[in-house]
């Protein structure tokens, strides 16, 4: 009897994902037998467990911190992964671990969900310069952005990345963001500003052009006080949660061989399991 597919995500520690909700919903509303699973495995266990991963009965996994980094040396990273420097889902592809970042089409796919027509804007201003803003880039720069301007606190780390993807990314001073917020047609937050227990994110979003689109990467508050804000003037946002769940799609896809789709029924129950107490 062939034993049916699972997934894994890879974490240490191993504190409350979504992930397990997100893609059993998916198996059981797809009829697919198949499992996912979280894996706690501390840093010196990685290498081993990662090159053991098919022996271990999975097909894949997805990977988070602080793992991201070191996955990409065990495994074949795209040009995703590699521009990013980190991988978050593990996949097998004619016996080969192959690695990506879904990130990139989570922020991109929320947009297209949320504000369609968004990629019509030749600016965009991307507030941070982590991990997850090297994604935001990646994909703004892949669907045709002419001119990024890349706002952090360290404006040095601003400078590395802006080298590192080229001349239409332009570095900006934190203090210089409300001189640059006129020109955005997109603004979007990848730091933790105005996440719950955070300090809050002060911009003044009536600067922004009409039509501009504002998509933030927190999704603790669901609505943030920076998409509040927007809402508020009529403009279209994309909020964090919906980034977590189009992100999740694409591995489903490579693991179980069926392309899900984000309904209104899985925010809603990633929604209850987020406003929990």
């Not at 965009?124 to 982590?130: E, P, R």
Request: glycine share 10%; with cysteine; proline share 6%.
């Amino acid at each position: 009897m062939t034993k049916a597919p699972a997934a894994c995500l890879i974490g240490w520690p191993a504190a409350h994902s979504r992930s397990p909700l997100i893609h059993h919903f998916w198996l059981r509303t797809l009829g697919i037998e198949g499992g996912y699973v979280i894996e706690a495995v501390p840093p010196e266990d990685l290498r081993d467990f990662v090159l053991r991963l098919s022996l271990r009965g999975f097909v894949g996994a997805n990977v988070t911190i602080p793992h991201k980094e070191a996955v990409l040396a065990l495994s074949s990273p795209d040009a995703r992964a590699k521009a990013v420097g980190a991988a978050n889902t593990l996949w097998f592809e004619d016996g080969e671990l192959r690695s990506t970042n879904t990130d990139v089409e989570g922020f991109i796919g929320n947009l297209d969900a949320s504000a369609p027509g968004w990629d019509k804007a030749e600016e965009a201003l991307v507030l941070g310069a982590g991990g997850s803003s090297r994604a935001v880039v990646f994909g703004l720069r892949e669907r045709g952005v002419k001119r990024i301007h890349l706002a952090n606190r360290t404006m040095a780390r601003a400078e590395t990345l802006a080298r590192e993807f080229g001349p239409d990314v332009h570095p900006v001073g934190w203090d210089a963001i409300g001189d640059v917020l006129p020109r955005a047609a997109l603004l979007a937050n990848t730091t933790s500003l105005g996440m719950h227990r955070q300090p809050s994110l002060d911009v003044d979003v009536s600067r922004l052009p009409q039509d501009a689109v504002v998509a933030d990467l927190v999704y603790v508050p669901l609505v943030t006080p920076m998409l509040a804000a927007a809402q508020a003037r009529g403009l279209k946002t994309a909020d964090g949660l919906g980034m977590l769940l189009h992100q999740a799609v694409r591995g489903f896809e490579l693991w179980f061989g069926r392309r899900p789709q984000v309904t209104a029924e899985l925010r809603a129950l990633v929604e209850a399991d987020l406003t929990k107490t």
